[in-house]
Every structure is written in structure tokens, then in C-alpha cells.
């Protein structure tokens, strides 16, 4: 039970915190605008001081009086408690061994004595239990964000080869399809040989990736964490699995065969395959771009083993480490980056030369419209998007048995 001296305490501290806020306040305006304090505000900060001075001086004697209270009331516990224990204890709960004991209790209780009063109070004394399920009114429900996601939003095919700028929704790629030709004069005198240079071209179209949400305004405005922001998102998110599918499925539908990684091949069984692989791509692409390996999930678990992140003299590569397994590069066979891809089917290997395949980008992003009749915001993302098999004999399909 509160005391009205404490009341007074708190409420005179209150005051002092409350004057020393004030006075706190003026002085970081004046800081802030880099000036001294004028006479208005020196007269507030005086009498704000004198105030709390007052009631420094008011709580003194009644901190004392509460502190000798204090003191008091302990004292009477201590001296309450000895006398409990020399006294007879009071039992803290009755269980009668037969309806006989109960009811000599009653008839006991009804002549008058304590201790048979006493017991019987304890046995009918029935406690209610008070749980949440009681009062769900009170208690709010927590939501602990962000929110789960299992969605792989990378691109590490399209990251790997790299996205040029889209230039409008249909174009031409030049590829020259015969070369001119230099050759041995067969004598003094005779002609050179010759033969002209024939550029043909690589129709590419790009295709337009969307989608959109209608989202009510109640919706936007009392979810936590903000809905908005969460659609706009998987959105995105979406988009990136979409185009990075389309990138894997013309990869792996025009890819040239390739040699074939047998079941239960050793380190350097799979690193000749990749290097077989490596310069067959190499003679399509005369040398250029740069050499990826793509695999799918289940292929990176059979070649990892076979390339542990011990780094001994003899070693192939860097090697796999589980702890880092997810998409994009997961390590090296023979200096050639293996990069892992979720849109890949289960079995690819794909050894990709970037000289023979492009993708191109024009990402429109988030957009959004307000629909006032219905309180509602559709909010939308998209892009174009275009992959380019220039030349299939750079990208080799290793066989995984």
C-alpha cells in the first residue's frame, strides 16, 4: 500500500526531473544557434533553480521520517517472524485421511476451536489460477520479422556472364560467318590469294518478365513489417528466379555434348573431363571470353568431396567447402570457377565459354498505382530480358552418370 509521504517524494522528484528537462532544453537552443543565453531565458533558469532548491529542502526531513518508518516496519517483521517460530506454526495445507477426520474437524470447528477452524479454512480454501488463456485481450501477439523467405533471389548465371544493356525490344547481332584468307604465294609474281569477309547477322528479341499485386490501404497501413515493401520484394525476387530460369534453359538446350563423369569418378577423372570440355570450347571460341563451370545442386554434393579445402601441392583447386554452399561460386576446379545455380535441373555441368553466350537487361523495376475507389495500390515490377547463344560449341555439357 503506497504511503502518502512517498507520493509527495515521487511527485516532488518528478518536478525536479521535469524543471531540469526546461533548463536542459533552453541551454541546447542557445548551443545550437551558437549564441549566449538572453535575459529572458536566464530568468527562466533561475527560478527553474530556486524551484528545485525548494523542493530539495522540502524532501529532506520527509525522506528521513520515511526512512525511520521504514526502519520500524522492518523491525515488527523480524520480531513478528521470531514469535511465529516459537510459536505453534499454521499448517500451509490440509488432507484429510478419511470423511471421520473431516467431520470431527466440523464438529470441532463448530465448538469453537482455531486450529479445526483453521484447517478447514485451508481445505475449502479454493485458489483460482489466473493463466493467459484467461485474458488474450491483454496480451498483444508478437510478430518478430523479417519475415521467412526460402527463395534464391541470386542470378549467379546471368552475375557469371555478365548483363549488357538492353538496346530496344529487337535487335541484330553481327557475327562474321566467313573470314577473309591469307595464304602462301606460290611463286614469285603469282596472285595472292583472296576471299571476301561475309557478316551476317544474330536476330535477338527480348522478352518482357512482370508481375503485379493489388494491396488494400489497410493492408499497407497496419502491417508490421510494412507489407509494401515485403510484395516489392518478392517481386523482385521473382523476376530474378524467372530471368536466371531463362538463362539455364537456352544454356542447357543448345549446349554441345561433351565427355561424360562416370559414377564414382576420382578428383582427376573430373578434372580431365573439364578440361576436355575446356578445349572444346577453346577451339569454338578461338580463346576468348572467360571458362565457368555450372552445375546444379546435386552435382556441386559429388564434386565437392572429391575437392577438399586441404590445398595440398597436388591439389586441382582451392576445393569445396560445405559451410559455404549456396549459389554463385563455390570454388575451383583446375582455376575454373564452379558456380552453382538453383534454376539449373538436377545433373547439369556445363562448362560455358562467356565469349559464346550474351544476356541483355533493361530492368523497369517497381511501379504503382493508387485505385481510390477501392482503397487500394497495385504495385507492379518488371523488365526486358534476353539471352543469346552465339556459339553452342562454347558451351559443353558434361555428363554426370
Given at each position: 500500500m503506497a504511503h502518502a509521504t512517498d507520493t509527495l517524494l515521487a511527485r516532488y522528484v518528478n518536478e525536479i526531473e521535469e524543471k531540469q528537462k526546461v533548463m536542459d532544453s533552453?541551454?541546447?537552443?542557445?548551443?545550437?544557434?551558437?549564441r549566449d543565453l538572453d535575459d529572458r531565458e536566464m530568468e527562466l533558469l533561475g527560478n527553474a533553480r530556486e524551484r528545485?532548491?525548494?523542493?530539495?529542502?522540502?524532501?529532506?526531513?520527509?525522506?528521513?521520517?520515511?526512512?525511520?518508518?521504514?526502519?520500524?516496519?522492518?523491525?515488527?517483521?523480524?520480531?513478528?517472524?521470531?514469535?511465529?517460530?516459537?510459536?505453534?506454526?499454521?499448517?500451509?495445507?490440509?488432507?484429510?485421511?478419511?470423511?471421520?477426520?473431516?467431520v470431527l474437524d466440523r464438529w470441532q470447528a463448530g465448538l469453537g476451536h482455531q486450529t479445526a477452524i483453521?484447517?478447514?479454512?485451508?481445505?475449502?480454501?479454493?485458489a483460482a489460477h489466473q493463466t493467459t488463456a484467461d485474458n488474450p485481450g491483454l496480451i498483444p501477439e508478437q510478430i518478430l520479422g523479417p519475415v521467412v523467405s526460402f527463395v534464391d533471389a541470386a542470378r549467379p548465371i546471368v552475375t557469371a556472364i555478365g548483363v549488357r544493356q538492353l538496346p530496344s525490344g529487337s535487335w541484330s547481332r553481327p557475327r562474321i560467318?566467313?573470314?577473309?584468307?591469307?595464304?602462301?604465294?606460290?611463286?614469285?609474281?603469282?596472285e595472292l590469294v583472296s576471299?571476301?569477309?561475309?557478316?551476317?547477322?544474330?536476330?535477338?528479341?527480348?522478352t518482357t518478365y512482370g508481375g503485379y499485386v493489388n494491396i488494400s490501404r489497410q493492408n499497407i497501413d497496419w502491417s508490421q513489417p510494412a507489407i509494401m515493401?515485403?510484395?516489392?520484394?518478392?517481386?523482385?525476387?521473382?523476376?530474378?528466379i524467372e530471368t536466371e530460369t531463362a538463362a539455364a534453359d537456352t544454356l542447357s538446350t543448345g549446349a554441345t555434348a561433351g565427355p561424360t563423369i562416370a559414377a564414382g569418378a576420382t578428383g582427376e577423372e573430373v578434372a580431365a573431363a573439364l578440361w576436355e570440355?575446356?578445349?572444346?570450347?577453346?577451339?569454338?571460341?578461338?580463346?576468348?571470353?572467360r571458362l565457368i563451370a555450372l552445375v546444379s545442386a546435386d552435382v556441386l554434393g559429388l564434386l565437392g568431396p572429391l575437392f577438399p579445402p586441404i590445398n595440398p601441392n597436388d591439389a586441382q583447386g582451392a576445393g569445396f567447402s560445405a559451410a559455404s554452399f549456396g549459389s554463385g561460386v563455390m570454388g575451383s576446379v583446375g582455376a575454373i570457377p564452379v558456380v552453382m545455380s538453383s534454376a539449373l535441373a538436377d545433373g547439369t555441368l556445363l562448362l560455358?565459354?562467356?565469349?559464346?553466350?550474351?544476356?541483355?537487361?533493361?530492368?523497369?523495376?517497381?511501379?504503382?498505382?493508387?485505385?481510390?475507389?477501392?482503397?487500394?495500390?497495385?504495385?507492379?515490377?518488371?523488365?526486358?530480358?534476353?539471352?543469346?547463344?552465339?556459339?553452342?560449341?562454347?558451351?559443353?555439357?558434361?555428363?554426370?552418370?
Open positions: 533552453v541551454v541546447e537552443a542557445a548551443q545550437k544557434e551558437g528545485m532548491k525548494s523542493l530539495e529542502a522540502q524532501m529532506g526531513p520527509l525522506e528521513e521520517a520515511r526512512r525511520i518508518s521504514g526502519d520500524s516496519q522492518e523491525r515488527l517483521a523480524r520480531i513478528a517472524e521470531q514469535m511465529a517460530k516459537n510459536g505453534e506454526e499454521k499448517p500451509k495445507e490440509v488432507k484429510y485421511r478419511s470423511a471421520g477426520e473431516y483453521q484447517r478447514l479454512d485451508l481445505y475449502h480454501r479454493a560467318t566467313q573470314h577473309t584468307q591469307v595464304g602462301e604465294q606460290a611463286a614469285e609474281k603469282t576471299r571476301k569477309m561475309v557478316i551476317g547477322t544474330v536476330p535477338v528479341s527480348a515493401d515485403i510484395v516489392i520484394n518478392d517481386l523482385a525476387a521473382q523476376y530474378a570440355a575446356a578445349g572444346t570450347a577453346f577451339a569454338a571460341t578461338a580463346g576468348q571470353g560455358v565459354s562467356t565469349a559464346a553466350v550474351e544476356c541483355y537487361e533493361d530492368r523497369i523495376g517497381p511501379l504503382q498505382v493508387v485505385e481510390p475507389s477501392v482503397l487500394g495500390v497495385q504495385v507492379a515490377y518488371a523488365g526486358y530480358f534476353a539471352e543469346l547463344l552465339l556459339e553452342a560449341g562454347g558451351v559443353i555439357e558434361v555428363t554426370v552418370s
